[in-house]
């Protein structure tokens, strides 16, 4: 019988678990009935903010049809050994890059929100892409319904998809903002200029290349045009050799990959 999941217990305090907290407590279809986490401290603010109960002790979770593990990669297969289950329930972890088979082959699958998630700030849940897997067919079904429910962008994704997903979030994200995070202390540092001044730049970017078929269509800078005396010139600037690398193999990357256009 493909039984329909209504009530959900999110284990972990973290980012990613305040978030999911937060979308389920407030999906009609869906009951929030715990949050399960160790650090009783952000246990108890994640509860807050969704509006259940508070446990820290895994082996005395509450009953539940699902249980989401959102905690760190490494955590996630100790986590699942110590949580207590109802019998016939379904586990599922967040996590980008850990197999589904951590958790067991018996009704086990992943729920994988493709989004950065920083405590404290809501996002539009409704538009995060869910990528769902399922130890057979009848689990993927029901983790399914619950995704749609959180989620109008729901896809089905093996372990080898979803790592490869993984990774280009950390292209598209983490890197792209450790860039920010350079360029800003290099304009504080070296210009005595806030931060501030790149906050257009940085908006407009982001827009033209989500605006765009592909974000190349829109790349532009000197590696575009080929001039590589400026290049050079803000190599030397940059002094520090492991910048001038990154500027260096990312000048090559955008000339080689602009010129096959």
Aim: charged letters at 25%; glycine letters at 4%; proline letters at 2%.
């Amino acid at each position: 019988m493909n039984k329909q999941i209504q009530s959900v217990i999110v284990v972990g305090s973290g980012n990613v678990a305040e978030s999911v907290a937060v979308a389920v407590s407030e999906c009609s279809q869906l009951e929030l009935r715990q949050v399960v986490a160790r650090n009783t401290k952000r246990a108890s603010v994640v509860a807050a903010l969704a509006s259940c109960e508070w446990c820290d002790d895994m082996a005395q979770a509450a009953d539940a049809d699902l249980y989401i593990i959102a905690v760190s990669d490494r955590a996630v297969e100790d986590v699942a050994m110590a949580l207590r289950r109802s019998e016939g329930s379904i586990v599922v972890h967040t996590a980008g890059s850990v197999e589904r088979s951590v958790l067991g082959e018996e009704r086990t699958g992943v729920l994988y929100p493709f989004q950065t998630f920083t405590a404290g700030r809501r996002v539009d849940f409704s538009a995060v892409p869910l990528f769902v897997e399922g130890s057979n067919e009848q689990t993927t079904q029901q983790i399914e319904s619950v995704a749609h429910a959180l989620s109008r962008r729901v896809y089905r994704a093996t372990s080898a998809v979803r790592r490869e997903v993984h990774l280009t979030g950390v292209l598209a994200c983490n890197f792209v903002n450790a860039l920010y995070a350079m360029a800003a202390d290099r304009l504080e540092e070296n210009a005595s200029l806030p931060f501030d001044v790149l906050r257009p730049l940085i908006e407009e970017t982001a827009r033209k290349a989500v605006d765009a078929t592909h974000p190349r269509s829109v790349q532009t800078g000197p590696a575009v045009r080929g001039d590589f005396s400026v290049a050079e010139r803000h190599t030397k600037m940059l002094g520090d050799e492991h910048k001038a690398q990154i500027y260096k193999l990312l000048t090559e990357y955008i000339w080689q990959t602009s010129r096959k256009r």
